[in-house]
C-alpha cells in the first residue's frame, strides 16, 4: 500500500476511511456487499461531519451531477410510469459517492484507494480468466463475467481499473511493480468477455494516456493489434472484425435502436418517457429493422438520458462531462500526483467511447467505480490541517 503511517487517520475518521475502503473493494465483487459498506461509509461519514460542526464540501464537477438528479426526479414525475420511474431513481443516492469520497481520501489516501480498486480488478481478472480456460464461458451465449452479475457490468468495471493501472505505469514514479504485473491479466480478461463497447474504450482510455505520456508511444497501438491477431482465439478475432461487418445483428440493431430512441425523443423532448420507461414504450416506438422485440435500454448513453429524462437533462449530463474534462485536464498539468488525474481523464474518455454502444452510465457497479475514481483528483488535491506540514515539506523539496 501507498500510504504511510502519517496518511492514516485515527479514531472515527479511521473507522470511516476503513468503511470506504472496503466500500471499493467490494463494489467489483458484489453489488449487495458495495451497497452496505455504502451505507456504513455514509453514517460514518455523516457522524464525522456533525461531531466536527464541518460544512459539507464537495468539488465544482457535483453541481452539475445535483442538477442531474433534479431533472431526473422531474423526468420521473412527468413519467410514462411514475411508480417504475420514481422506484429507478433509488440510484442517485449513489451520488453520495462524491462527497464522501472528497472529504474521505485527502492526499495520499486517495493513492491507497487506487491501491485498493487495482488489486481487486486484478483478482477479478484472474477469476474471469479461469472462467474462460477451464469453466467454459467461451462463446457468446455464456460470456466471461467475473463475480458480477453480467459481462457488460465487468467489462466495464476493468475497463476503469485498466484505465487506472495504466495511469500509474505510466506516471508514478515510484510504486510501478505492482500495476505493471496485473496490467496483462486485465487487458486479457477485457478481451476474453467480447465486449466490444469495452474494447473500443479501453483502447481510447490508453490511447489517450500514451498520448499524454510521450505522443510517440502511439506508435505501440498497431503492435498491440498485430500481436491480438496473432495469438487470440479465433472466437475473439471473429468478434473483432464483426466490429466492422454492417450486416451483423447486433450492429443492425444498435443502429435501429438509435432510431427508436430519436423516436421517443421526437414525441417526448422535455422530460422524456421517465427513468427506466424506455422498456415500457420501446415496442411502441420500435424500428422496423430493429432485430430484438424489446430492449431494456437503447445501448448508447446520451439516445438513453434523452429517451428517458429529456433533452435537459442530456444537457445538464454535458454539463457535467465538459466540467469534469476541464478540470481533470487542469489537474494533469498541476497535481503533485498525476497518476489521480490521468487516470480519471482516461475514465471518462473510456466511458464515453463504450457509452456509445452501451448505457454504462446507468449500470450502478460501473456508476459506483467511475464515481469514485473521478472524485481521487480532487480529494488528493484537498489539503488537511495535518497533510499541510509534510505537503509543504514535499513541494519545498
Not at 352 to 366: I, K, Q, R, W
Request: hydrophobic fraction near 55%; aromatic fraction near 10%.
Amino acid at each position: 500500500m501507498t500510504s504511510s503511517a502519517d496518511d492514516r487517520p485515527v479514531g472515527l475518521e479511521r473507522a470511516a476511511w476503513l468503511a470506504l475502503l472496503a466500500f471499493a473493494a467490494s463494489l467489483q465483487v458484489s453489488i449487495f456487499a458495495a451497497g452496505v459498506l455504502l451505507t456504513v461509509t455514509a453514517v460514518l461519514w455523516l457522524a464525522l461531519v456533525i461531531r466536527k460542526h464541518e460544512r459539507i464540501e464537495v468539488p465544482a464537477m457535483f453541481w452539475p451531477l445535483l442538477a442531474y438528479a433534479a431533472a431526473t426526479m422531474i423526468s420521473a414525475y412527468f413519467a410514462v410510469d411514475q411508480n417504475v420511474a420514481f422506484r429507478d431513481t433509488k440510484q442517485l443516492v449513489l451520488f453520495a459517492i462524491v462527497p464522501i469520497a472528497y472529504r474521505l481520501l485527502p492526499g495520499r489516501r486517495s493513492l491507497t484507494a487506487v491501491d485498493v480498486i487495482i488489486t481487486v480488478g486484478a483478482l477479478e481478472a484472474i477469476y474471469g480468466i479461469v472462467q474462460y480456460s477451464i469453466l467454459n464461458f467461451d462463446h457468446l451465449q455464456r460470456r466471461v463475467q467475473g463475480s458480477l452479475t453480467h459481462y457488460m457490468t465487468y467489462s466495464g468495471v476493468l475497463m476503469l481499473v485498466a484505465c487506472s493501472a495504466a495511469a500509474r505505469i505510466m506516471f508514478r514514479h515510484h510504486d510501478r511493480t505492482w500495476a505493471s504485473l496485473v496490467m496483462p491479466a486485465l487487458l486479457v480478461a477485457i478481451a476474453l468477455t467480447m465486449s466490444r463497447n469495452a474494447w473500443v474504450g479501453v483502447c481510447v482510455g490508453i490511447g489517450l494516456l500514451l498520448l499524454l505520456r510521450d505522443f510517440r508511444l502511439i506508435a505501440l497501438a498497431p503492435v498491440v493489434a498485430a500481436l491480438f491477431l496473432a495469438f487470440a482465439p479465433a472466437p475473439l478475432t471473429e468478434r473483432l472484425y464483426s466490429t466492422f461487418n454492417l450486416s451483423d445483428p447486433t450492429n443492425r440493431d444498435r443502429v435501429a435502436m438509435f432510431h427508436t430512441g430519436m423516436n421517443i425523443i421526437r414525441d417526448y423532448p422535455l422530460t422524456g418517457v421517465g427513468p427506466d420507461n424506455v422498456r415500457l414504450v420501446y415496442q411502441h416506438y420500435r424500428d422496423p429493422r430493429a432485430e430484438r422485440q424489446l430492449n431494456p435500454h437503447l445501448h448508447n448513453v446520451p439516445v438513453q438520458i434523452a429517451a428517458e429524462r429529456g433533452l435537459p437533462a442530456l444537457a445538464v449530463w454535458i454539463w457535467f462531462i465538459v466540467v469534469l474534462i476541464r478540470d481533470l485536464a487542469r489537474k494533469t498539468r498541476s497535481s503533485p500526483m498525476r497518476s489521480l488525474p490521468t487516470a480519471a481523464l482516461a475514465g471518462v474518455v473510456a466511458m464515453l467511447t463504450a457509452g456509445m454502444f452501451e448505457y454504462n452510465f446507468g449500470d450502478s457497479e460501473f456508476l459506483m467505480l467511475f464515481l469514485l475514481i473521478v472524485t481521487l483528483p480532487y480529494a488528493a488535491d484537498r489539503v488537511t490541517a495535518t497533510d499541510a506540514p509534510a505537503v509543504a515539506q514535499r513541494r519545498a523539496a
